[in-house]
């Protein structure tokens, strides 16, 4: 449990930080909660040789209320994003999945970009804001860029971020009318054997899986159902349409596919539909 | 009034809550090295050569050992009656037998430094097949020891009968008179004891004397193989066992990567010390449990159980160890608490390419009470009878005791329909069955199962004698040495109540040492649920041979009859009966006493081993779409004969249940095809959590036990053993009327819910 040696940067700025991943492409690692990251330098699974520490920039830790969407800082921490009230007001379904994240210790530390640009396909956050239809805001040596949540994730543990980006801000539209996260885990602080995050926001429902495949997915099969006026339990039914998920020692393929089924019909049912 | 009885806060707390206590890994040893295990990555290969010259090259690395450079004789085998050639070696010679096996050993001045040249270490191996597969290991072609000739490590009753230890069992008929005949099988799977603590040791030698740090629960046996091993006299090593994070029956043994450190020190002359990480520990601190059993039970059809068979085979891992010898123990509590005249009992443990098994809290009685608790259950629904109405039919009447079973255990005393009927009571078992019928009728996705156990099991079941001594210092102080060694049992509170009890002396004036080998000559050490009904009891009769010493130096000083001096405990001051104010103070005595001092030691050895037992209620919700389950309540009736601290007890019931459940309920140490452990983390090993477990619903019973002076039975596995088959016979019980008739443990939801679509027909 002890990591490969590495050198430490503590960026004063965000600008620092870019210039710092700038300076060591690939070899550098941005350091925020420390919560995936750590763990797996530990384990010596990652061996970045530079730490480049965003977590004391607190102009990224932030909820902002904006016309059409709101705003959430990449350091803000799950346990903030839990109990926020524009969260909690704006976009329910957040605030829910940030507090079905591992435990208090790890929700105390870990942050709502870390989550995503970890982009673990078993995490709860990266399919929340993809049911939601976010944006990602990266900050580069270029400038900003605004990155569709759906655009986002490329494979298993991978982004379209560049070495050189930061994610600085994660934006997802008002307007819930309903929603569900349907965690299904054997112990509470695990990750989801399979999880099913379910949105109405504006008349438009997005659902999406979570560790069913490399990345979270949108239950495309199931939105364009209900568009045609399928109930929730016809609609749920195509919930494991086109999924191939592996098996492991907590589901075969064929449970997971189950799974998906079922907990999609719970959660489109939770979120009134 | 006696403080025995009283829920007495534990001192020792504050220190494990605040500060953390003085742990191996916390001992200062100036100039030490660390030592870190080059393991196998492979679960059976032959070694075609080790390559340590760029380890040696790396900063800080002071000497990489392989198996060459040792000079030392093996550790003992751990397993009574294995076979000589399946002993461990102290570092794999030629071949490595198991995911962990330690192959080299790197030393280095930081720890840092030692991973980072372990990682320079490189072995070229040639694949073998591995013998992964318990069930089949005996008839495995591949062998794990090829020198042995076999993978079979132990044979009952064939190994027992031919060194003479017992008769050849005469032939039975033993389903004569039987209406029904059941039969099952079931795994009582792997599970890895996860202490908080891990293992860590320290050595250094000074003028020939060794002085070992050990993460162990019996450190006086540690010493014992130390002296042996580098052929010393026993006032040549000092082994300390400090603050101990737990052991749950893993850490009774040494391990080789603890005394090997020893070894170490010696040969480079500087202090070493060695501590695992988790993923380490996960993979080769000794695993528990191991056993597939087949399992028959017949009876006629009003309820009466006549014959039982059991057949285990028991995974012994690499290296045969205690866990090989775990099914004599299953054998001996083979019926549990029910009067079945007809028995039959066969095992075979055997060796496989995996981490060796051990004792884990219970070692082989929990076994027993699961297989014979699942049979009753599955018995009860054959023949459509309400499983505590088969269970009340079939328990040794109270009557009975000492009660000898059909293989010749004999329990010292229960009222089990009691305890079944105080559990029924406290469950309001009817009304939950009619909660049951009604959510049956409705067809509720979610479906409730109530699960029962009544068990019995053996505690301080190793014959032999435990150390205690009491001193009263100059300032009426006290000091207590114990031979027992507690990693969280709470000693130093209860044996202060002892000697408060007897002494007068409150119990934050009684200091109780433990642990060290200097400070306490001997010892056996704390496993098997033994330590009060031993190292208790020596202390409490330590304390009244005290008393009576103070009672004699007094009726010298007052020119009194020893017989007229009386103890007043509130004043912890002596005097002549009728005459109280002339007195006598712990510390005028201690004064009095001159050299002598005013002490007592004795060496407690019970005439037999007590047989704790209870009955367990669990009510399970299981999502019969999802195959999840959740726990509603746990309700159980634990009877440890007379309690000196029903807090501690709880705890210890607690601890117990919640050990248990997780058995039922999540964990398994699983091996791929390979032998590559895939649960060797916390993340991937499902370790229970408190949001798991409901509130627990304890009632204590007290039936004291002829057995010892104090009454007091062992409380320390009970919980365990009772709970286990209760969460699953509840599990089972939810799914019934779906026809689901058997789910192995751990009862997880993608096996809850295969059950369901297999019952259904609807594979």
């Not at chain 2, 042996?228 to 300390?240: S, T």
């Not at chain 2, 407690?604 to 509603?632: K, N, R």
């Given at each position: 449990?002890?990591?490969v ?118 995490s ?6 993809l ?21 986002f994730?490329?494979?298993?543990l ?14 997802v ?7 569900s ?5 054997r ?7 399979v ?8 008349g ?37 349409e086109?999924?191939?998920p ?9 449970f ?18 | ?26 001992v ?7 030592i ?32 060459q ?45 030692a ?8 072995v ?37 009968v031919?060194a ?10 033993l ?25 860590a040791s ?25 002296v042996?091993?580098f ?16 052991g749950?029956?893993a ?9 090997f450190?020893a070894?170490?020190?010696r ?71 029910y009067?079945?005249?007809k028995?039959e009992?066969s ?11 051990v ?84 067809g509720?996705t ?13 505690t ?27 990693h969280g ?31 306490v ?105 999802t ?32 050990q248990?459940?997780?058995q ?8 791929d ?17 408190a ?11 007290e ?24 969460v ?9 009327h ?26």
């Amino acid at each position: 449990m002890i990591p490969v040696a590495f050198d430490y940067v503590r960026a004063e700025s965000l600008d620092e930080a870019i210039a710092a991943l700038s300076e060591h492409g690939d070899e550098a690692k941005l350091l925020a909660g420390g919560h995936s990251l750590l763990p797996l330098m530990k384990l010596r699974l990652g061996t970045p040789s530079v730490l480049v520490d965003i977590g004391r920039l607190s102009e990224l830790s932030f909820v902002r209320d904006e016309d059409t969407y709101i705003a959430i800082g990449a350091l803000t921490r799950h346990h903030d994003v839990q109990h926020d009230t524009i969260v909690l007001r704006e976009a329910p379904l957040l605030a829910a999945v940030a507090g079905r994240i591992g435990d208090p210790q790890v929700r105390h530390r870990g942050t709502i970009g870390g989550s995503l640009a970890h982009a673990d396909p078993a995490s709860d956050l990266p399919g929340a804001v993809l049911a939601l239809d976010g944006t990602l805001v990266a900050r580069g040596p270029a400038g900003d860029r605004e990155i569709p949540a759906s655009e986002f994730f490329k494979g298993f543990l991978e982004t379209t971020l560049a070495p050189s980006e930061v994610l600085v801000e994660i934006r997802v539209p008002k307007g819930t009318t309903g929603h569900s996260y349907q965690k299904f885990v054997r112990r509470s602080q695990d990750w989801a054997i399979v999880g099913v995050a379910v949105a109405r926001v504006n008349g438009h429902v997005g659902v999406s899986l979570v560790n069913v495949a490399s990345t979270p997915v949108r239950a495309t099969a199931v939105e364009q159902a209900l568009a045609s006026g399928a109930s929730a339990a016809d609609a749920a039914e195509q919930a494991a349409e086109g999924l191939e998920p592996t098996g492991d020692a907590n589901a075969t393929p064929e449970f997971r596919r189950h799974l998906a089924r079922v907990l999609t019909r719970r959660g489109l049912v939770e979120a009134g539909l | 009034m006696s403080i025995l009885g009283n829920r007495v806060l534990r001192k020792e707390d504050q220190k494990f809550l605040t500060t953390g206590g003085t742990y191996v890994e916390d001992v200062p040893l100036e100039g030490a090295v660390h030592i870190v295990y080059v393991r196998s990555p492979m679960a059976h290969a032959r070694i075609r050569s080790i390559e340590t010259s760029e380890a040696l090259e790396s900063p800080g690395v002071v000497a990489v050992f392989t198996a060459q450079d040792i000079d030392l004789d093996p550790m003992p085998p751990g397993a009574p009656f294995a076979n000589r050639a399946m002993t461990r070696p102290w570092l794999a010679d030629g071949v490595v037998r198991f995911v962990g096996d330690m192959v080299a050993a790197v030393v280095a001045d930081t720890r840092e430094r030692a991973v980072d040249g372990a990682e320079l270490v490189f072995v070229d191996y040639e694949t073998l097949t591995p013998v992964v597969d318990a069930s089949t290991a005996a008839d495995n072609p591949t062998l794990v020891h090829e020198d042995a000739g076999t993978n079979v490590v132990l044979r009952l009753p064939d190994d027992f009968v031919s060194a003479g230890i017992e008769q050849v069992a005469a032939e039975v008929d033993l389903f004569e008179g039987c209406d029904v005949v059941i039969r099952q099988r079931m795994v009582n799977q792997r599970v890895a004891p996860c202490p908080l603590e891990v293992r860590a040791s320290a050595a250094k030698w000074e003028d020939g004397h060794l002085t070992q740090w050990s993460t162990t629960q019996a450190p006086h046996s540690v010493k014992d193989t130390l002296v042996q091993l580098f052929e010393l006299q026993p006032d040549q090593v000092r082994v300390i066992a400090p603050d101990v994070g737990g052991g749950f029956g893993a850490k009774i043994g040494g391990y080789p990567e603890e005394l090997f450190v020893a070894w170490v020190s010696r040969r480079i002359d500087r202090p070493a010390r060695w501590v695992e990480t988790r993923s380490e520990s996960m993979m080769t601190l000794g695993h528990g449990r191991g056993q597939i059993q087949e399992a028959e039970l017949g009876g006629t059809r009003d309820g009466k159980l006549l014959g039982y068979k059991l057949t285990i085979t028991q995974d012994a891992g690499a290296y045969p160890n205690f866990g090989a010898f775990l099914p004599v123990m299953t054998r001996l509590m083979l019926t549990g608490v029910y009067d079945i005249t007809k028995t039959e009992f066969s095992s075979c443990s055997v060796a496989t390419n995996t981490n060796p098994t051990v004792a884990y809290r219970g070692a082989g009685r929990p076994e027993a009470t699961a297989a014979i608790e699942r049979m009753v259950d599955i018995f009860a629904d054959e023949i459509g009878m309400d499983p505590a109405e088969l269970r009340r039919k079939n328990l040794i009447g109270k009557e009975c005791f000492p009660f000898t079973t059909a293989v010749g255990t004999t329990y010292d005393i229960g009222d089990y329909e009691q305890a079944l009927d105080r559990v029924l009571e406290a469950a309001g078992y009817a009304e939950l069955r009619e909660e049951q019928r009604q959510r049956r009728d409705s067809g509720d996705t979610k479906q409730m199962g109530i699960g029962l156990s009544t068990y019995v099991e053996v505690t301080n079941g190793i014959p032999g004698s435990e150390f205690g001594a009491v001193e009263v210092l100059a300032d009426g102080k006290a000091r207590v040495r114990t031979g027992t060694s507690p990693h969280g049992q709470g000693h130093v509170t209860a044996w202060a109540m002892l000697v408060a009890d007897q002494l007068g002396i409150p119990v934050e004036d009684v200091e109780v040492i433990h642990g060290d080998t200097d400070e306490v000559p001997r010892g056996v050490g704390t496993f098997g649920s033994k330590s009060l009904q031993s190292g208790g009891v020596a202390v409490h009769q330590a304390a009244e041979r005290v008393v009576e010493k103070a009672k004699k130096l007094v009726a010298d000083l007052l020119e009194a009859n020893p017989n007229d001096i009386e103890l007043d405990k509130e004043n912890r001051r002596f005097h002549v009966a009728g005459t109280p104010s002339v007195t006598k103070s712990w510390a005028e005595l201690v004064e009095a006493s001159g050299d002598a001092g005013l002490s007592a030691e004795v060496d407690f050895a019970a005439p037999g081993p007590t047989f704790p037992f209870g009955a367990h209620i669990v009510v399970a919700e299981v999502d019969t779409e999802t195959g999840h389950v959740s726990l509603e309540r746990i309700i159980a009736v634990d009877d440890a004969g007379r309690l000196m601290n029903p807090l501690i007890a709880e705890g210890q019931v607690h601890g117990g249940l919640a050990q248990g459940v997780a058995q039922a309920l999540m964990e398994e140490m699983c091996y791929d095809d390979q032998g590559n452990p895939i649960t060797a983390n916390l993340a991937d090993y499902a370790f229970v959590s408190a949001a798991e477990l409901p509130s627990f619903e304890t009632h204590p019973m007290e039936t004291p036990t002829p057995i010892n002076p104090l009454g007091a039975k062992g409380i320390g596995e009970s919980g365990t053993i009772g709970s286990t088959p209760a969460v699953q016979n509840a599990v089972v019980d939810a799914l019934s009327h779906l026809g689901v008739r058997h789910v192995d443990m751990p009862t997880t939801p993608i096996r809850v819910w295969s059950a369901i679509k297999e019952a259904k027909g609807d594979r």
